[in-house]
């Protein structure tokens, strides 16, 4: 069963950065498309950015194009997030998975297993 572990998030100012990493274990890394997603209280979660391992493709919450990059290490199992240039709408529970829908939202019961911890971000002054 895919298991995820997200880490990196905390407090910056807007404007600042963060790195966030997601440990992957449990599934065929190097064939599966990884998606970053986030979520605010009381919200579904919403697809921030994917990386599809067959060609290397990305794909970016328009949004967050510009600022946000999403990287692969194989070796690692690790999915990174790089988020630049941090805005005040940037704030949510940040999760990985193995699915990718950037720019649509979805429920829990999106994944056949279960969600990750999740890492939080907090832009604030």
């Known amino acids: 069963q895919a298991q995820f572990v997200e880490s990196g998030g905390g407090l910056v100012q807007p404007g600042g950065s963060l790195r966030l990493s997601c440990v992957a274990s449990g599934f065929s890394f190097d064939h599966t498309a990884i998606g970053w997603f986030r979520q605010v209280p009381g919200k579904l979660r919403e697809g921030v950015a994917c990386?599809?391992?067959?060609?290397?493709?990305?794909d970016v919450l328009p949004s967050a194009k510009g600022r946000f990059i999403i990287s692969s290490d194989n070796a690692k199992k690790t999915v990174y997030l790089q988020m630049n240039n941090l805005r005040p709408e940037d704030p949510a529970r940040y999760y990985c998975?193995?699915?990718?829908?950037?720019?649509?939202?979805?429920?829990?019961?999106?994944?056949?297993?279960?969600w990750g911890q999740g890492t939080q971000v907090t832009v604030s002054s």
């Open positions: 998975a193995d699915i990718c829908a950037t720019g649509m939202e979805v429920p829990d019961s999106a994944l056949y297993g279960a």
């Open positions: 990386i599809k391992k067959t060609d290397g493709s990305t």
